[in-house]
Nanobody, 121 residues
Framework: QVQLVESGGGLVQAGGSLRLSCAAS????????MGWFRQAPGKEREFVAT????????YSADSVKGRFTASRDNAKNMVSLEMNSLKPEDTAVYFC??????????????WGPGTQVTVSS
């Protein structure tokens, strides 16, 4: 079992930056890949980025590539999403999830409650 809680969301102007964090509890955290997903109002949940079990591999959606970076610190049971050059279309609830190294949400077994990110124009 892994419990996840996101933090760091908020309101930011376009072009600004935010750093989301996801705190994990559970002894098996380091055995999971960690993904970030987001869901905007009226839209389907979409993949943002993922990082493998040891942080050695990452993959990001084309829409955020070059702007967002996922990383993890297994010693602290933490995963982060550094978001730069934010755009209004990045506005969404952001979720972290633990599971397989994948872009598909059904391959993640554990989910946090989410944190709101709002980017104003």
């Amino acid at each position: 079992q892994v419990q996840l809680v996101e933090s760091g969301g908020g309101l930011v102007q376009a072009g600004g930056s935010l750093r989301l964090s996801c705190a994990a509890s559970g002894r098996t955290f380091s055995s999971y890949a960690m993904g970030w997903f987001r869901q905007a109002p009226g839209k389907e949940r979409e993949f943002v980025a993922t990082v493998n079990w040891n942080g050695g591999s990452t993959y990001s959606a084309d829409s955020v590539k070059g702007r967002f970076t996922a990383s993890r610190d297994n010693a602290k049971n933490m995963v982060s999403l550094e978001m730069n050059s934010l755009k209004p279309e990045d506005t969404a609830v952001y979720f972290c999830a633990a599971g397989e190294y994948s872009v598909m949400d059904y391959q993640y077994d554990y989910w946090g409650p989410g944190t709101q990110v709002t980017v104003s124009s």
